[in-house]
């Protein structure tokens, strides 16, 4: 658990790490939206975004994503990145078939020894939850984005309002 000391309190913190998909194949257009694979820029994006997250020593401890196959192969992507065990990667159907007020439910029941968070999902309901975790409203947030919030809790149920700590995306970091 994270914890540092602010004004002789000691504050311990939740971190949760937002990720859109990336880039999604439209050569079958027959194809359930729940079973479109990446692209080629997509697979190229979470090398970038990976890279990034390394280099920056960002760990998960956690990582859920949608069951939506692209949401997860950019999730089994970064997480190699990372060196997480994608066998521990969990995919909750409400990150895709939920709403954002669902998925901060699912995010209070999160057991408290994970300290640092990172989910895969799809817009819009992910700008939705960005606003109702931070207030922030993003214009866009592009395929391969990641959006780090930042949690003064030492529970995930006591979670509300978080700061912006990283708005980083594939197309930013290699300008």
Same mark, same amino acid.
């Given at each position: 658990?994270?914890?540092?000391?602010?004004?002789?309190? $000691?504050?311990?913190?939740?971190?949760? &790490?937002?990720?859109?998909?990336?880039?999604?194949?439209?050569?079958?257009?027959?194809?359930?939206?729940?079973?479109?694979?990446?692209?080629?820029?997509?697979?190229?994006?979470?090398?970038?975004?990976?890279?990034?997250? #390394?280099?920056?020593?960002? #760990?998960?401890?956690?990582?859920?994503?949608?069951?939506?196959?692209?949401?997860?192969?950019?999730? %089994?992507?970064?997480?190699?990145?990372?060196?997480?065990? *994608? %066998?521990?990667?969990?995919?909750?159907?409400?990150?895709?078939?939920?709403? !954002?007020?669902?998925?901060? *439910?699912?995010?209070? %029941?999160?057991?408290?020894?994970? &300290?640092?968070?990172?989910?895969?999902?799809?817009?819009?309901?992910?700008?939705?939850?960005?606003?109702?975790? $931070?207030? $922030? &409203?993003? /214009?866009?947030?592009?395929?391969? !984005?990641?959006?780090?919030?930042?949690?003064?809790?030492? !529970?995930? !149920?006591?979670?509300?309002?978080?700061?912006? /700590?990283?708005?980083?995306?594939?197309?930013?970091?290699?300008?």
């Amino acid at each position: 658990m994270i914890k540092f000391r602010e004004n002789s309190l $000691t504050i311990y913190m939740k971190y949760l &790490t937002i990720i859109r998909h990336a880039k999604s194949s439209w050569e079958q257009p027959d194809l359930d939206d729940i079973a479109r694979p990446l692209n080629e820029r997509g697979k190229n994006a979470i090398k970038i975004i990976g890279k990034h997250l #390394q280099e920056n020593h960002l #760990q998960a401890d956690l990582i859920i994503s949608s069951p939506a196959i692209r949401a997860h192969e950019t999730a %089994k992507g970064v997480s190699e990145w990372l060196l997480y065990d *994608e %066998k521990k990667l969990l995919l909750e159907p409400v990150v895709y078939f939920g709403t !954002s007020s669902a998925i901060i *439910e699912m995010l209070k %029941k999160i057991n408290d020894r994970h &300290t640092d968070v990172f989910l895969f999902g799809h817009e819009p309901i992910l700008s939705s939850l960005i606003f109702q975790l $931070t207030k $922030t &409203t993003l /214009e866009k947030f592009p395929t391969c !984005s990641v959006f780090r919030i930042a949690f003064k809790a030492d !529970s995930w !149920s006591a979670i509300k309002t978080g700061n912006k /700590e990283l708005f980083v995306y594939p197309k930013l970091l290699t300008e």
